[in-house]
């Protein structure tokens, strides 16, 4: 694998760039594997690189129906946060940002992790208040996050329309200067090939359609569309595409899959130099390297595996966005798309073991598991490689669903994930 | 966006007008003191959330106002039916041609 380097990029520019080689081998899979994982994104892969790396379990496999990066991964609005207000999720979140720091370093490959700042707009009395104390919540637990005034809110994104007439005024904002974003696609490139380069398989375009369990419960492997892999352990890392996996191993999951869309503008020069988001009308942007107008819109209220969602939705993001950011009336959308989320109960990550011995389960991230990534990777794989949790991520069980020990983040927060 | 029949009204209307409830023909425990934190979790918290035929309740809610359940496939988002409440499960294999 070649080493990304300021010698590497010159020698590239010097030899017409046409001396790149492939990033990382494109695998077939071997008869048994000590650790499978199923699902190729960013979680998927980060946890095979952590396994590779921090516990030196190399011989493993991720497993992906489609290709590397195309299910949620590559679906997101690319925002990274950890403004979340429980405990629980502060050092979830909180871990997953520190890892975000230095990423690129780690992985020798460019995640553009941006730290623009994501602001939190409040519209009305009641989300000054409640935005004053997640703020202030946030900061007792160590975690980055500051009020601002409308005025300062406008300094800090000029585009931003301020005027009492406003139909939806600005009192203030609630701002995390160490949130940003990262690119997307880069997250799941960087940990595949830095997996890839401490021995880890991976194996696109090779649905898994079993979890297979011995006559003592434990699992045995899983079979895929390229026969049966045995494996000694099994981590599933499906997002919206988890319960009909786990399903085929007898476990039942308080999951419900939603299409969650977003779409983008036609790129322009650089105008908006942070993410806004605004909970109570929803609607969140940002702008991309590329100067698009990333714009996240939300989840449809029915049960779905489309990839596609209703346009009510995204005319309902519209609206809030023109009304907030005049400036962008006239701007055209380019395209749309779905993503599948599966949302939990209490509308938090299960990350832990299963009732089933060697089985374990990343799922319910909802409609925000892009900015944990590398913390949900880093937890997964110390979880699997123990066959314990770590202690970030031992509240997030699927026992706290018969317990009533729920992370009710949801309510706590109302806030778009 | 979706056209949903409502058999009340019997009229097919746009998404907008309806108010999706969830999952159907999800019984409410008849002696809730009875249950086990294990019962309580499969009552309140699991759901099947099928690749597949979903039964699901829907309610018109800017229209006749009432509930009703409906059969629809959710990978292609195609109803294939919709049915009163307090109708019967219908047969998915009656519905699809296919057993399931």
């Given at each position: 694998m070649t080493h990304f380097s300021l010698a590497q990029v010159i020698k590239g520019a010097l030899s017409g760039q046409k001396n790149w080689t492939p990033q990382w081998p494109d695998a077939e899979p071997k008869a048994s594997y000590d650790v499978i994982i199923v699902g190729a994104g960013g979680h998927g892969l980060g946890a095979a690189y952590y396994l590779a790396k921090?516990?030196?379990?190399?011989n493993v496999a991720v497993i992906e129906k489609?290709?590397?990066?195309?299910?949620n991964t590559g679906r997101n609005t690319t925002i990274i946060r950890s403004?979340?207000?429980?405990d629980e999720s502060a050092r979830l979140y909180d871990h997953a940002l520190d890892l975000w720091e230095n990423l690129s370093q780690d992985l020798n490959y460019?995640?553009?992790?941006?730290?623009?700042g994501v602001m939190m707009l409040a519209h009305n009395v009641h989300d000054v208040q409640s935005s004053q104390r997640h703020v202030h919540s946030n900061r007792l637990n160590g975690v980055d996050n500051s009020w601002l005034t409308a005025k300062e809110a406008k300094a800090f994104c000029p585009p931003l329309d301020i005027s009492p007439?406003?139909?939806?005024?600005?009192?203030g904002a609630a701002l995390q200067r160490r949130a940003g974003t990262a690119r997307h696609d880069a997250v799941a490139w960087g940990y595949a090939r830095a997996a890839a380069a401490r021995g880890v398989d991976i194996i696109q375009n090779c649905p898994v359609s079993a979890i297979r369990r011995g006559p003592d419960g434990r699992v045995t492997g899983v079979e895929t569309a390229k026969g049966f892999i045995a494996a000694k352990k099994v981590a599933v890392s499906?997002?919206?595409h988890t319960s009909v996996v786990m399903e085929t191993a007898g476990v039942r999951l308080p999951l419900e899959s939603y299409p969650l869309q977003a779409l983008v503008s036609e790129p322009i020069k650089p105008i908006f130099p942070c993410v806004v988001m605004s909970n109570s009308v929803h609607a969140y942007i940002s702008q991309s390297d590329k100067g698009e107008l990333v714009i996240g819109s939300g989840t449809d209220q029915y049960v779905s595996y489309s990839q596609r969602g209703g346009l009510p939705l995204i005319e309902h993001t519209l609206a809030a966005i023109c009304e907030i950011f005049?400036?962008?009336?006239r701007m055209r959308m380019l395209r749309k798309w779905g993503g599948i989320v599966d949302v939990t109960p209490d509308r938090s990550a299960i990350l832990g073991k299963t009732p089933v011995p060697g089985l374990y389960v990343n799922c319910?991230?909802?409609?925000?598991g892009f900015k944990a990534t590398p913390g949900a990777a880093h937890t997964l794989a110390h979880t699997v490689a123990r066959d314990e949790p770590h202690p970030i991520n031992a509240?997030?069980?699927?026992?706290r669903f018969t317990t009533?020990?729920?992370?009710?983040e949801a309510a706590a927060a109302a806030v778009a994930h | 966006m979706l056209l949903i029949h409502c058999p009340y009204c019997e009229q097919d209307l746009p998404e907008l007008e309806f108010a999706y409830a969830g999952?159907?023909?999800?019984?409410?425990?008849?002696?809730?003191?009875?249950?086990t934190d294990e019962e309580w979790r499969d009552f309140l918290f699991i759901r099947t959330?099928?690749?597949g035929v979903h039964f699901e309740r829907w309610r018109h809610i800017n229209g006749c106002a009432r509930f009703f359940n409906a059969a629809r496939?959710?990978?292609?988002?195609?109803?294939l039916l919709t049915y009163k409440a307090g109708e019967p499960r219908p047969d998915v294999a009656k519905l699809t041609g296919v057993a399931q």
């Open positions: 921090e516990h030196g379990i190399t489609g290709w590397l990066g195309g299910g403004n979340y207000l429980y460019n995640v553009m992790y941006s730290k623009r007439s406003a139909r939806y005024p600005v009192l499906a997002a919206g005049p400036i962008f009336r319910g991230w909802g409609t925000g509240p997030f069980t699927l026992e009533g020990r729920l992370i009710d | 999952e159907a023909h999800i019984a409410r425990p008849a002696d809730p003191s009875k249950l959330n099928p690749r496939e959710t990978v292609s988002d195609r109803f």
